[in-house]
Each structure stands twice: as structure tokens, then as C-alpha cells.
């Protein structure tokens, strides 16, 4: 079955600093890949995806995301957070034979401190 | 426009009780998720729809839990017999077309505390 790791589950930054957070997924057939963002009492939503053609894909609110077959990854990026940054990053993907049906990481929780 | 809609957002129940939750997908959407986020933990997907096609539900932990859409549009999850591990955040989605590279629409979600 498939899955999908995210490595940090809490990640502390102040802002103007850089952002990554890693995403391992196991699947090895076509895949398409996801971010979702869920800031404090709001709903998720879409932040970037990737389905095929420019590895590296841009989001919304500065950040981007570059999909590395050979290492299964999609990790996120963006160059300076700001403390409207702090949310929770849920990476997610859809594969081959269920199309449709994502299969999401355990989630990341980012705080910016101002 | 109308986003995916949820409701209850919060419900409380005692043990052994039945709930049932709504969700009421975005108008046009073929394809209903159901997911559940405890907490500390990621989405666990439990049931799919997409359009008049049997559902998918894999993911459903129990017997104790069903789901319909009826009309291609609203849909109810419902847990009979209500355990104390079911508390959890029960999440709602929707996409266009239930295919690859459709994202999903989330809803608020609906609280489940069993007590």
C-alpha cells in the first residue's frame, strides 16, 4: 500500500528564515503530488501541486515544491517565512490504480516566531 | 462560491450511541471523500464516491461505520454504536472529477467526542 512520510513533525523558525520540509513517498508508478495547508481554524486547502512536466512547481504565498523521482520526494520549500506561515503542511498523493483517493503524510506543524 | 459544507462542526455523544454527519459537497463535484484525523495524527481515508460507481470503502475501520450519497450530492457518514477510539476530527472532501490530478475541497470537519 502506499505511503507518504513526512519527516518533521514540528518545525520552529523565525521569520525570514528558510523553509523545507520533507516529503517520502513509496509508491514507484505515476504519481501526482500534493501540498495542503491548514492554518489555525480554517479549513484545508490546496498549497501546490505537481502532475507532470516542471519538476519544480510554485504555490501560492511564496512557495514551491520540486519533485525528485529518483528519491521518491516532493519537499516543500519557501526562502523566508513570515509568521502568517504558521500552519499545519499535510503532503499528499494520488497513484496509479486509485486514482483519486490521496494518501496523505501525518502532517507538519509549523511555527513562525515574529 | 459555496465551499464543501459540514455538519454538525462539533458533536459530543455518549458511548453506544449512534451519530450520523453530514456533508454537502461543492455543487458539480462527482467525487465525495470521507477522511478522519485524530489527533497528532494525518488524514486516514475511509470511503470514496465518484459519480454513480459503488463506492470504495476500504477504509472504513468497522462495521459499525457506513456512508451514503444519495443524488450524487449529499452524503452522511454513520457510526452505529459509538466507541471512545471513534473521537476524532471527520473530514469531508469533494473534486471535480475524482480523477488523478483532481485536488480536494475540503470541508471544516465535524468534531466527534465520545464520552
Known amino acids: 500500500a502506499q505511503s507518504v512520510s513526512q519527516h518533521n513533525h514540528h518545525v520552529i523558525l523565525s521569520e525570514a528564515a528558510s523553509l523545507e520540509l520533507g516529503c517520502n513517498y513509496s509508491?514507484?508508478?505515476?504519481?501526482?503530488l500534493f501540498w495542503y495547508v491548514q492554518y489555525p481554524g480554517q479549513h484545508l486547502q490546496l498549497l501546490l501541486k505537481y502532475f507532470s512536466g516542471d519538476p519544480l512547481v510554485k504555490g501560492i504565498k511564496g512557495f514551491e515544491a520540486e519533485f525528485i523521482k529518483s528519491k521518491f520526494s516532493f519537499n516543500l520549500r519557501k526562502p523566508s517565512v513570515q509568521w502568517s506561515d504558521t500552519a499545519e503542511y499535510f503532503c499528499?498523493?494520488?497513484?496509479?490504480?486509485?486514482?483519486?483517493?490521496?494518501?496523505f503524510g501525518d502532517g507538519t506543524t509549523l511555527t513562525v516566531k515574529p | 462560491g459555496a465551499g464543501v459544507s459540514q455538519s454538525p462542526s462539533n458533536k459530543v455523544t455518549e458511548k453506544g450511541k449512534d451519530v450520523e454527519l453530514r456533508c454537502d459537497p461543492i455543487s458539480g463535484h462527482t467525487a465525495l471523500y470521507w477522511y478522519r484525523q485524530s489527533l497528532g495524527q494525518g488524514l486516514e481515508f475511509l470511503i470514496y464516491f465518484q459519480g454513480n460507481s459503488a463506492p470504495d470503502k476500504s477504509g472504513l475501520p468497522s462495521d459499525r461505520f457506513s456512508a451514503e450519497r444519495t443524488g450524487g450530492s449529499v452524503s452522511t457518514l454513520t457510526i452505529q454504536r459509538t466507541q471512545q477510539e471513534d473521537s476524532a476530527v471527520y473530514l469531508c472532501?469533494?473534486?471535480?472529477?475524482?480523477?488523478?490530478?483532481?485536488?480536494?475541497?475540503f470541508g471544516n470537519g465535524t468534531r466527534l467526542t465520545v464520552t
Open positions: 509508491y514507484g508508478g505515476t504519481v501526482n
Open positions: 472532501a469533494s473534486s471535480t472529477r475524482g480523477a488523478l490530478n483532481s485536488p480536494l475541497h
Open positions: 499528499a498523493v494520488n497513484e496509479g490504480t486509485n486514482a483519486g483517493k490521496s494518501t
